[in-house]
């Protein structure tokens, strides 16, 4: 089945820094989300990705989709406290009824303040 | 809307009980997933439902495990009987609307 790798799975930053995440897939997506998961919560969706070599930003929040299909980017400029939590990737290949969605492992994100 | 509405939120269980998770999607969403999330295997779909209908169980574990919708505004998710490796939280999500899809709180288990 689709496999996706996130990297870095944790991360310890001071607040200020800027932060890089990816994934990297086994086969190709026709969209890509990322999600953030707050304690005790479900993942909430941060940016999606709909169209190869997308570039689309959300704030502080930075994504692009691979020109491959097979890869993503999140980047935070400038972190805050409140940044803190878990960071997703997902995967979708959409075709008929098929809507299937892969998630990465996750990135855990630590600011000090 | 609401959002994804599950319940309960919090189950602790005994081994061997039977355990029903519950979830109310938003409404309009034609698509409704069962996520499970544990520390070592991170988010893993069980079940997914389009138009109530099950289109992909692959990832249902075994059969103590069982999904139903019965209806548009609402599924469950069955274990029995239950194991302590079964615990984990639970996550139900619907959609796709320009949001995505919207996860739900979550139910966390406990099978003791």
């Known amino acids: 089945g689709q496999q996706l790798n996130q990297s870095p799975q944790s991360m310890f930053i001071q607040e200020g820094e800027d932060v890089s995440m990816n994934c990297t897939s086994s086969s190709i997506f026709n969209t890509w989300l990322w999600y953030k998961q707050d304690p005790g919560e479900g993942p909430v969706l941060l940016i999606a990705?709909?169209?190869?070599?997308e570039l689309t930003s959300n704030g502080r929040l930075t994504a692009q989709f691979g020109i491959t299909r097979k890869d993503s980017f999140l980047n935070i400029s400038a972190s805050i406290p409140s940044d803190v939590g878990i960071y997703f990737c997902?995967?979708?290949?959409?075709?008929?009824?098929?809507?299937?969605?892969?998630f990465g492992k996750g990135t855990l994100l630590t600011v000090n303040p | 809307d609401a959002g994804v509405i599950q319940s309960p939120r919090h189950e602790v269980t005994e081994m061997g009980q039977e355990v029903t998770l519950r979830c109310k999607p938003i409404?309009?969403?034609?698509?409704l997933f069962w996520y499970r999330q544990t520390m070592m295997r991170g988010l893993e779909l069980l079940i997914y439902f389009n138009n109530n209908v099950p289109i992909d169980d692959s990832g249902m574990p075994e059969d103590r495990f069982s999904a139903k919708m019965p209806n548009a505004s609402f599924s469950t998710l069955k274990i029995q009987p239950s194991e302590p490796r079964d615990s984990a939280v639970y996550f139900c999500?619907?959609?796709?609307?320009?949001?995505?899809?919207?996860f739900g709180s979550g139910t966390r288990l406990t099978v003791v």
């Open positions: 999500a619907s959609g796709p609307d320009s949001y995505g899809y919207t």
């Open positions: 990705l709909y169209k190869a070599g």
């Open positions: 997902a995967g979708q290949y959409s075709g008929g009824s098929n809507y299937k969605l892969t």
């Open positions: 409404s309009g969403h034609d698509y």
